[in-house]
């Protein structure tokens, strides 16, 4: 592989979490596997990390992104924080937390002057940000603010045998109830489109509408959504030519049988899309932003605070959200090759 263009970003996350530790396991056992990243966190605390794990890798301070091309293959790059970390695996504290969001600001700056290929963020412990005044819902809403988006952007999660995308974010389910609306489900089915065909080389992607209530409603009793709601909303996209079927019951939806019919299913809020996708393949599901100007994934595990320093943290789904930054720059790549 010819590394002539720009890294990939990595965030911290939660430094008593998993994060350093998924991010050393993936530069130790995948590294000649996946495109040149670095990490924006305190070096010595990963040199600490990486000797408790009882792991021989050295780590190299960079200060500007370009460097990581040519010492990736013998270091784990590490941009150092202004801030400073001091760190207990299992035991976050909100004295970190300006360290976790100056690691997500670096790489949103990096992103958007075009210094990364894309951002790969780890798992944040959202609780602890919101003692010192973090006032985002998650990552995806406060990347949408860094980058100014006109719209929130959304979660689209992908694994190899499912695709989901989320209507509504991180809100409660009454809340998500709420903001389920025609214009709104209709802007997430198109982000979703746009991106499997900016990104992923899909020509005219199947998509499936989940409904919300109990068989969808069932003509109406139980729940009126699916008849006010979605299906004018599949209807109106379906006369803008975009290939989908809907409301379907979302019980059936998710079968093996029924996965084969579609490319993605718009699910109306998060547990929705979640519980399915992470039930059929939790270590390879990768959580995709759509609707930001940069590239951005994540795994889609939480910060694992109750495993920190076990050894049992998978790198899995992180190795794939690096992976799947590359895949998203080439797809974008193909396009503009057809285009032009």
């Known amino acids: 592989m010819s590394h002539t263009v720009a890294p990939i970003a990595l965030t911290m996350g939660e430094p008593s ?33 990486a000797q408790t794990m009882a792991f021989e890798i050295k780590v190299k301070e960079i200060f500007n992104p370009s460097e990581t ?15 400073s970390v001091t760190s207990k695996l299992g035991s976050p504290e909100s004295k970190n937390s300006k360290a976790v969001i100056e690691s997500i600001k670096t790489a949103s700056k990096y992103a958007m002057s075009e210094q990364v290929l894309g951002v790969v963020t780890n798992p944040i412990q959202k609780s602890v940000l919101y003692e010192s005044g973090f006032d985002f819902p998650g990552h995806t809403e406060f990347l949408g603010h860094l980058a100014g988006t006109n719209l929130p952007p959304l979660m689209m999660f992908i694994s190899p045998q499912l695709r989901v995308a989320c209507v509504t974010g991180h809100k409660s389910l009454s809340e998500s109830i709420k903001e389920i609306s025609v214009e709104n489900i209709i802007n997430c089915t198109c982000l979703a489109e746009t991106s499997l065909i900016k990104y992923f080389n899909f020509k005219k992607p199947r998509i499936a509408i ?38 379907f019951a ?23 899309g979640l519980i399915p996708i992470k039930a059929i ?8 932003s759509i609707g930001l100007p940069f590239i951005r994934t994540s795994p889609d595990h939480g910060t694992g605070i109750d495993i920190a320093g076990t050894g049992e943290a998978s790198e899995k789904s992180l190795v794939e ?20």
């Open 17 to 49: 979490g998993i994060g350093g530790e998924i991010t050393i396991k993936a530069w130790k056992n995948y590294k000649s596997e996946l495109w040149p990243f670095f990490l924006i966190d305190d070096p010595e605390r990963i040199r600490k990390l």
């Open 69 to 83: 091309i040519n010492c990736f293959d013998k270091f784990l790059p590490v941009l150092p924080l202004k801030n």
């Open 210 to 247: 989940a409904g919300i209530n109990p068989h969808a409603g069932e003509d109406g009793s139980m729940g009126n959504e699916e008849m006010s709601i979605i299906a004018p909303a599949v209807n109106y996209l379906i006369e803008k030519g975009v290939n989908v079927k809907g409301p």
């Open 250 to 272: 979302p019980d059936s939806l998710f079968s093996e049988k029924a996965r084969k019919n579609y490319d993605i299913v718009i699910c109306m809020y998060h547990d929705q």
């Open 281 to 288: 393949d939790f270590e390879e599901t990768v959580n995709v």
């Open 321 to 340: 959200a690096i992976k799947t930054v590359e895949t998203m720059h080439i797809g974008s790549k193909r396009e503009l090759l057809t285009v032009n």
